[in-house]
């Protein structure tokens, strides 16, 4: 099969709080493992980790290192295959180049947001260009969500998900999985 070129990264700085302040998240070892095998589960080629904080990359890659290559990896293979999708990188900037270099290609940059904004693009028109191969970035926010920054220095903003009530706050992880399936779910299961 042919590479999808679609790339998910996990913001935790820039991001903001529930007062809207700027602040840097925690990595968590919940959105290492679940975001990993949804992209693995849909063909994403990299799961992107962005911190600045040395002591959370840190973290991040002796987790990684224990189901790619240690223990964890010896007795669980389906779980190092998805772990082994994660790269740890200290700002959005670093993913952008390292995709640029792989594909020759900047990658168009679309943010998530659970709040209704501009510059909105259609799973629909994703999907179109996802099926003419081309190098797609997922951005997804910790915390309370992106900055307003990476909001406007993304290409474009997917519609935010909706249930069926004004209760409108998932997880990350759920948010990555519901985004993936809408964008790669086979079209005769959608």
Same mark, same amino acid.
């Given at each position: 099969?042919?590479?999808?070129? =679609?790339?998910? !990264?996990? =913001? @935790?700085?820039?991001?903001?709080?529930?007062? /809207?302040?700027? *602040?840097?998240?925690?990595?968590?070892?919940?959105?290492? @493992?679940? =975001?990993? $095998?949804?992209?693995?589960?849909?063909?994403?080629?990299?799961?992107?980790?962005?911190?600045? &904080?040395?002591?959370?990359?840190?973290?991040?890659?002796?987790?990684?290192?224990?189901?790619?290559?240690?223990?964890?990896?010896?007795?669980?293979? @389906?779980?190092? &295959?998805?772990?082994?999708? =994660?790269? *740890?990188?200290?700002?959005?900037? &670093?993913?952008?180049?390292?995709?640029?270099?792989?594909? /020759?290609? $900047?990658?168009?940059?679309?943010?998530?947001? !659970?709040?209704?904004?501009?510059?909105?693009?259609?799973?629909?028109?994703? $999907?179109?260009? *996802?099926?003419? /191969?081309?190098?797609?970035?997922?951005?997804?926010?910790?915390?309370?969500?992106?900055?307003?920054?990476?909001?406007?220095?993304? &290409?474009? *903003?997917?519609?935010?998900?909706?249930?069926?009530?004004?209760?409108?706050?998932?997880?990350?992880?759920?948010?990555?999985?519901?985004?993936?399936?809408?964008?790669? !779910?086979?079209?005769?299961?959608?």
């Amino acid at each position: 099969m042919e590479s999808l070129k =679609i790339d998910v !990264a996990l =913001i @935790h700085y820039p991001v903001v709080n529930r007062t /809207g302040e700027l *602040i840097g998240s925690a990595v968590t070892n919940l959105d290492l @493992h679940d =975001i990993a $095998r949804a992209g693995c589960t849909y063909g994403v080629e990299n799961y992107w980790v962005v911190t600045p &904080d040395t002591q959370q990359q840190e973290l991040v890659g002796k987790i990684v290192a224990h189901w790619t290559g240690g223990y964890g990896g010896s007795v669980n293979p @389906h779980r190092k &295959d998805a772990l082994s999708l =994660i790269r *740890i990188c200290s700002g959005l900037d &670093d993913v952008v180049n390292g995709i640029t270099e792989k594909w /020759g290609l $900047r990658p168009l940059v679309l943010a998530t947001c !659970a709040r209704p904004g501009q510059k909105t693009i259609e799973f629909e028109a994703v $999907r179109d260009m *996802i099926s003419e /191969g081309r190098p797609l970035l997922l951005l997804f926010g910790t915390a309370w969500g992106l900055a307003q920054e990476i909001l406007t220095g993304a &290409d474009e *903003i997917l519609p935010p998900l909706r249930g069926v009530g004004e209760y409108n706050h998932l997880s990350v992880r759920s948010a990555v999985s519901i985004t993936l399936d809408r964008l790669l !779910a086979l079209a005769d299961e959608r």
